[in-house]
């Protein structure tokens, strides 16, 4: 009995020594000291490890192929510090991220030229950050907050002539009309305003047809002086003849209502035009100071009514002043 006991024993122990394993993450085989079919088994083991190696690398080419759905990077960050990065949500974003170069002379870092891209905000050290990027402007808070922004989101211009300038903050100054000067005024937001040269000389110039008039006497309004404005020189040029039909004479005079020739008395405008024909009038005058005065052009004709004119062109330049 006890040596039918010791056979059973030892053929126990020849059969866990010939017994097959298998390895925990990939079940490779395992063979025993004893077991007939190593070769067997080892060939198994190569299969297997071929075609994991294989399924890895296609794993690893996806992975890096994809730029929108690639795992979570949150908790990645940089031996610079980890105020870099750490909100990059994927592992192409981080990629991304880190497309720049530490600058040796300080804790931050200077991003070059490149793919590199900031949108939003993120965190970084309170040294500077430069942005090769077009247009691209960094705002920083004082605290190391930087905000990536293109040039036209922070630009107040909207419309051509706009200048910069600023009050508190940054501003635009709308252009100004025709003619008009800047000049520093105090008392404006910007410290700038736009006015009208003092003196200044405005131009006015009528053809025939803008005096035309079923009479022989018509008046237009040239502009008004405001309250204070006031006028020292009148010049009077035409640069074609009036004439048509049977008017033998045709003047031109300026004044206000009621003293048609107060700045300029009647000039022929129906004598052939030159470079040296024309009226010059010195003259000084504030008609106002408290309301507006029309200043009008009359013109006068004769031998036929204004309307029969078919030709004619006359510049009118008169010079202003403000009084302050």
Known sequence: MKKIIAIGISLIAVTALA???????????????????????????????????????????????????????????????????????????????????????????????????????????????????????????????????????????????????????????????????????????????????????????YAFGDLSSASTSFAVTAFSLAANEGLDAVVIHHTTAFSGGAITAYSVEIGVSGNTDKYANPFDVFQASGNTVRSVNNVLDVPNFGATTDVIVTATSVGANLDQASAGSVDVYIRTFLLP
Not at 72 to 84: E, K, N, P, Q
Not at 184 to 200: E, I, M
Request: negative net charge; charged residues 15%.
């Open 19 to 205: 017994a097959t394993t298998f390895t925990t993450n990939y079940n490779l085989n395992k063979p025993g000291d004893r077991d007939r079919n190593y070769g067997s088994l080892l060939r198994d083991n190569f299969d297997t490890i071929d075609s994991q190696m294989k399924i890895n690398e296609t794993s690893i080419s996806d992975h890096i192929a994809d730029t929108v759905d690639a795992h979570d990077a949150t908790a990645i960050s940089t031996t610079v510090g980890s105020f870099l990065c750490t909100s990059s949500t994927t592992v192409q974003a981080y990629l991304d991220c880190l497309d720049g170069t530490l600058d040796p002379n300080t804790s931050g870092v200077v991003l070059l030229a490149g793919s590199q891209t900031i949108t939003g905000t993120k965190t970084f050290s309170a040294t500077p950050v430069f942005s090769s990027a077009l247009n691209g402007i960094l705002n920083t808070d004082g605290a190391g907050t930087i905000t990536a922004n293109s040039f036209s989101d922070l630009d107040p211009l909207t419309t051509k002539g706009d200048l910069l300038t600023y009050s508190t903050s940054s501003i635009a100054l709308g252009v100004g009309s025709d003619g008009q000067q800047l000049f520093a005024d105090s008392a404006q937001a910007s410290g700038l305003k736009w006015d009208n040269p003092n003196p200044r000389w405005r131009k006015f110039t």
